[in-house]
């Protein structure tokens, strides 16, 4: 094995850490690819001989791809902030839930990152999910110790305020299935009684409206009544509704001829659902895998 081979099979026991950092500073799956494959030609084109952790160096290229990725989204996307939903990853139910719920980041809470300063997302995501050091941090924003510690305390007091879900998958599992059965059957009442008072609906159907699945235009429903004056307008499409894992908690997904029309993670709080994140733009969820 030639030095190069040796390289690119180090960088290969990395890509997974490197591809969790960079989907949670950017919340974009083809994003995250990106900012992993320009820090490998960064590393292909760089002498790390005298690097004596790997590992480190390339988190620390990764941080200042999406960095720049971030600051460079000054034009934004073109719909409204409060209705856009992250990229959701979604996996298949299975007996190993708990392993993959607690390497999972919810979906809820990418939402709230996404209104975060792109340096008070970077600390926060480096120190609080993966624990590196405010003095590594400080040197990929360019700023004392310090001050990087107050951007993590800024971020972390608008990310306490993130909806978590109950940490029992079963019960969570349960709930999302009685509601995908209420809306199955038009059933108004036993909607709203799995649903939070104060339950909060964000679809995001991007720029063209999904033909078949979720809300016909991006929007933000407040209040239990409201959502399922929604969730009965979704009725039919029932039949294509499926159980899955979405960012490690259970969710519902809707397939039609085999293609991912939505995604939707639910969270669930003292047994109600208080947030429902619904992802319906199709070009979007073309680079979403479907689950086994």
Not at 17 to 39: F, I, K, N, P, T
Not at 71 to 78: G, I, N, Q, V, W
Not at 242 to 255: C, H, K, R
């Amino acid at each position: 094995m030639n030095e190069h081979e040796q390289l690119a099979l180090r960088f290969e026991e990395n890509r997974g850490h490197l591809r969790a950092v960079a989907y949670r500073m950017l919340g974009s799956l083809a994003e995250a690819e990106d900012a992993v494959q320009e820090a490998w030609l960064r590393l292909s084109r760089t002498d790390v001989s005298d690097v004596g952790n790997l590992g480190g160096w390339l988190t620390t290229v990764v941080s200042r791809v999406c960095l720049d990725m971030l600051r460079s989204r000054k034009s934004r996307r073109e719909d409204a902030l409060d209705t856009y939903v992250p990229d959701p990853v979604v996996s298949e139910l299975g007996p190993e839930d708990e392993a993959v719920q607690a390497d999972s980041i919810g979906l809820a809470l990418l939402v709230v990152l996404e209104t975060l300063s792109p340096a008070e997302r970077l600390a926060f995501v480096l120190h609080d999910l993966f624990g590196v050091g405010f003095d590594d941090i400080a040197t990929i924003v360019d700023k004392s110790p310090a001050a990087t510690r107050q951007l993590a305390s800024r971020a972390r007091r608008r990310v306490q305020g993130a909806p978590a879900s109950d940490g029992d998958i079963g019960r969570q599992r349960a709930i999302v299935e009685a509601f995908m059965a209420a809306s199955r059957g038009g059933d108004f009442e036993a909607l709203l009684a799995l649903l939070d008072p104060e339950v909060l609906l964000r679809a995001d159907a991007g720029a063209a409206s999904a033909q078949y699945a979720g809300p016909a235009v991006s929007k933000l429903v407040r209040g239990a009544k409201a959502v399922v004056e929604q969730a009965l307008m979704f009725s039919r499409m029932g039949p294509y509704l499926q159980v899955a894992l979405v960012n490690g908690t259970p969710g519902l997904i809707t397939v039609v001829n085999g293609r991912l029309m939505s995604v939707m993670a639910v969270t669930v709080t003292d047994g109600l659902i208080t947030e429902l994140d619904i992802l319906a733009d199709v070009e979007r969820l073309e680079v979403v895998p479907l689950p086994a």
